[in-house]
């Protein structure tokens, strides 16, 4: 798998040619890393990823990695692609930055605003935008609180949330998110947000879900969401918001009657709908959007990382027309915005990559050819000793490890199973994910039928050393 000579000094100006264990101290000196045991890391050195091409990335060693995550669920037309980087350096000679504050625009930020109301449903014609995924849900906060003063019920202000969503990692959007691990830490959630289970048949199996099918299941979840309406009173839930596909939180695909239920539900109570497809959308479902795959008619949609595809930061909020035709016709000033709402370089990228989508027809190849032919690569494991369940939707999906296959037993958590399963991944050259004992990958949307053959002897190669290391180890029996 090693494709290049390791090159001795890594780095091209302006960085200055450097080691491996340069980088390495330098980094365990100076780089605090997002969601990283800072310690933990500096004794084993970080891996240092050098340059990429389709769906590979090599690192500072030489070896080629099969980047079956999409960089972090983001690079979906895969790296050194010309078009986006021609664009980025484009914009950047005219004009690299412009504000949208005063009454200005760039031609790139509205023209993408533009692009993005004709590629959403129809009752999508605006977009607010961000640098990120997080800010985008901050300001699915402030827009909803917005629109329930505008409809003159202040007290409406409780957004409901489910249990291992993964939102961001601002104050307001780790509140939003359910992830027990980060509330954890620094008190939160924050008031008027509140959390219902998640509709997890597999992490349900001994629980709620016993003796249900999926799709009884689906339905049994969704009242949760009426439960906890009731409880917090009708009048006082502004909105619920939810991953069509729950990303981070193990790539959990909900059975085919759940989002159908939660639209009844916030219908009924005149509750807003916000589907957070950071993840889901830009084709990773099969369908443009993962609310169009579940059948939901949201009333705000957030995005980012598929929008540039990863290679510049952008994140946004497309705002329906219920909440944006109140907003202008009786908000006067919305006092909200960031200093790059409408960056002109990130907006001419996410115009070049949505120009790349649509030539290359990458959603009907994730729905009609590459994501079919995942899931049938996916059935196979299956029959492996240590996988319970498999899961996916589109071009995301789930293997779910387990030490007791007929009993559906889970291994024992001080094993940390999925981290032993992962440390094969990395030595095979491969990057696969693990959320407990949950392998999930998402592979950028050109991924060929070749490199998913690949990608899946990588896995299987994973996995069977795995179960080697577990059966010498007693950890099955
Ligand atoms: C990554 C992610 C976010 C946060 O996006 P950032 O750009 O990291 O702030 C929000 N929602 C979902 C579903 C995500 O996967």
């Known amino acids: 798998m090693t494709a290049n000579p390791p090159p001795a000094r890594i780095g091209a100006p302006p960085f200055a040619g450097r080691t491996t264990r340069e980088w390495q101290a330098a980094d365990a000196s100076h780089f605090l890393h997002p969601f990283t045991d800072h310690q933990a890391l500096a004794s084993k050195g970080v891996r240092v990823i050098t340059r990429g091409e389709g769906v590979y990335v090599w690192d500072s060693e030489g070896q080629r990695i099969l980047d079956a995550m999409s960089g972090l669920w983001c690079v979906n037309v895969g790296y050194g692609q010309e078009s986006l980087i021609e664009a980025a350096t484009q914009q950047m000679r005219t004009l690299p930055y412009y504000n949208a504050f005063f009454q200005t625009t760039t031609p ?101 879900a016993q003796g249900l099918d999926r799709e009884a299941f689906g339905l049994l979840a969704a009242r949760w969401l009426e439960d906890k309406i009731a409880e917090v009173g009708a009048g006082n839930v502004a909105a619920f918001i939810g991953e069509p596909v729950q990303g981070a939180g193990g790539v959990i695909v909900p059975p085919s009657t759940y989002w159908p239920e939660i639209q009844r539900i916030c219908d009924r109570h005149g509750i807003l709908l916000v589907s957070d497809e950071v993840v889901c959308g830009f084709g990773r479902t099969g369908q443009w959007w993962g609310c169009e795959t579940f059948g939901t008619k949201p009333d705000l949609l957030t995005f980012a990382k598929g929008v540039t ?163 010498a180890a007693g950890w099955l029996s």
């Open 108 to 208: 790139a930020a509205t023209a993408l605003a533009e692009r993005l109301a004709a590629r959403t449903p129809e009752s999508f014609r605006h977009a607010f935008f961000c640098g990120s995924g997080s800010e985008a849900n901050d300001t699915v906060i402030r827009l909803v609180r917005r629109y329930w003063d505008l409809m003159g019920q202040p007290q409406r202000k409780v957004i409901i949330s489910r249990l291992n969503a993964y939102h961001g990692s601002t104050m307001a959007a780790a509140s939003l998110g359910g992830m027990s691990a980060m509330h954890a830490q620094g008190g939160l959630p924050i008031p008027g947000i509140v959390h219902i289970d998640q509709p997890h048949y597999w992490a349900h199996r001994h629980g709620a």
């Open 309 to 471: 595809s990863g290679y510049v930061p952008l994140g946004g909020v497309m705002v329906g027309e219920r909440v944006a035709r109140l907003l202008i016709e009786q908000g006067g000033e919305f006092e909200h915005g960031y200093t790059y709402s409408g960056h002109p370089v990130a907006c001419a990228v996410g115009l070049a990559n949505l120009d790349l989508i649509e030539r290359e027809d990458l959603v009907a190849r994730v729905r009609e050819d590459t994501g079919p032919y995942l899931a049938q690569q996916l059935a196979t494991l299956m029959e492996h000793p240590m996988v319970g369940e498999v899961q996916s939707c589109g071009l995301m999906a789930a293997v779910q490890l387990c030490r007791n296959v007929p009993l559906r037993e889970a291994f024992a958590p001080e094993i940390a199973i999925g981290m032993v399963c992962r440390r094969h991944c990395f030595d095979n050259g491969l990057v696969m994910r693990a959320v407990g004992d949950r392998m999930i990958v998402a592979p950028p949307l050109v991924i060929t039928r070749g490199q998913i053959d690949e990608m899946f002897a990588l896995v299987r190669q994973a996995l069977d050393r795995t179960l080697a290391e577990a059966r």
